[in-house]
């Protein structure tokens, strides 16, 4: 009998990678060293100095949130993209980047304008939308991103 293949999931609370049997992800898994739901349905803060390995070493897709805290569409989007991280845990990461305190990785993407998401899978970038959506067409661009990985 040979074993179910696995995911890393990144620790939302210590950034610790963990490993998980894919038949596991639906069992509420904990973090092996700080013991946190690892699919918690939370946004994650990213930083300058932990995005990239959310970015590379996540087995999920990783959906980041560029914004800044002036930014009046970033600040009434903030509660769309909450709401859809905590319908969609076992699906994709959701992670949130402050441009304004992190320069280093929004100039290394070229963010120019915010909102602006973009969508990683195996550390490579997949598609990017600038802009903010309604929670429905947010939900059905994601979705159809999704369907193509």
């Known amino acids: ?44 803060n990213a930083s300058d100095a932990n995005f990239n390995r ?17 930014c009046g569409p970033c600040r009434s989007f903030a509660p769309v993209y909450s709401e859809l991280a905590a319908e ?14 992190n320069q280093n ?12 998401l973009i969508l990683f899978h195996r550390g490579r970038e997949i598609t990017r939308l600038s802009g903010a959506l309604p929670k429905g067409q947010f939900k059905q661009w994601l979705n159809q991103q999704l369907a193509t990985l």
């Not at 696995?6 to 069992?27: F, G, H, K, M, Y």
């Not at 929004?106 to 602006?116: L, V």
């Open 1 to 44: 009998m040979s074993a179910s293949p696995s995911l890393q999931l990144i620790c939302p609370n210590c950034a610790v990678i963990n490993r998980v049997p894919e038949s596991r992800i639906a069992d509420a898994p904990v973090c092996g060293k700080c013991k946190a739901l690892l699919l918690d349905g939370k946004v994650v």
């Open 105 to 116: 990785t929004a100039a290394q993407f070229q963010i120019r304008s915010i909102p602006t």
């Open 54 to 70: 959310y970015i590379q070493q996540s087995g999920l897709p990783v959906l980041v949130d560029f914004w800044a805290p002036w």
């Open 88 to 101: 969609m845990p076992a699906h994709v990461s959701f992670l949130k980047l402050d441009t304004e305190a």
